[in-house]
């Protein structure tokens, strides 16, 4: 079993769509999480931490639920620009000193259509 | 303020050759994570580079090493390439080392290809 699972995607949704992300982690070591994005052949970048109690960023929503090892990322009125690949990461515990180990899901490609 | 930088862009070796890919830090940064990323899949760790030394390690052979310099730059090495090492390599920098929780950027990557 991998240790990070998301959707297998594409997504393919109209401008305008809401579109939710799915995510699963299997160990419950894992501290920290994140969503990243990654537009075509580029690098990585860090679009939002995920906290317990969700948090959002203009029409991004991350949610996280520990007990179910579920993270999710909402977008809510998509663009043209939101279309990318979008990686559900997560990082062990301070104290394995696996603080700087990112574990990233296989990501899930999103394809916003006008 | 120079981001990750890493070369060279592109790399085509063969079968049973080696290869050294190089990564110089965000300004600041003292600490170099590596990540392969073959087509398709999200990236995997490799290995973790902090002082001078491999803090961590992913699930790669021993054909994949690295060095950190003092400057904090650092270099992957792959010998005795196979077909399967074909991928995109991602060099990540942070501050502080595998204690802490601190934001890694990742570098534009080197696309090597192996035939």
């Known amino acids: 079993r991998k240790e990070v699972e998301q959707d297998p995607g594409p997504f393919n949704v109209p401008e305008g769509a809401t579109v939710a992300f799915n995510c699963t982690y299997s160990n419950s070591a894992s501290q920290s999480f994140f969503w990243y994005r990654q537009d075509c052949r580029k690098e990585p970048k860090l679009l939002m931490s995920?906290?317990?109690s969700g948090n959002e960023d203009g029409r991004f929503t991350a949610q996280l639920n520990r007990a179910s090892q579920y993270i999710s990322l909402l977008i809510r009125d998509s663009k043209l620009s939101d279309s990318a690949t979008y990686l559900c990461v997560v990082n062990m515990r301070r104290i394995y000193n696996q603080g700087g180990k990112l574990i990233f899901g296989q990501g899930t490609e999103l394809s916003v259509k006008p | 303020d120079a981001g990750v930088t890493q070369s060279p862009t592109h790399l085509i070796k063969t079968r049973g050759q080696q290869v050294t890919l190089r990564c110089s830090p965000k300004s600041g940064h003292d600490t170099v994570s590596w990540y392969q990323q073959a087509l398709g899949q999200g990236p995997q760790f490799i290995f973790q580079y902090y002082e001078e030394e491999e803090r961590q390690r992913g699930n790669f052979p021993d054909r994949f090493s690295g060095h950190q310099f003092p400057n904090y730059s650092s270099e992957l090495n792959v010998n005795a390439l196979l077909l399967g090492d074909s991928a995109l390599y991602l060099c990540?920098?942070?501050?502080?080392?595998?204690?802490?929780?601190?934001?890694?950027?990742f570098g534009p990557g080197t696309r090597l290809t192996v035939l």
């Open positions: 990540a920098s942070s501050l502080g080392g595998p204690a802490t929780y601190n934001e890694q950027f």
């Open positions: 995920v906290y317990s």
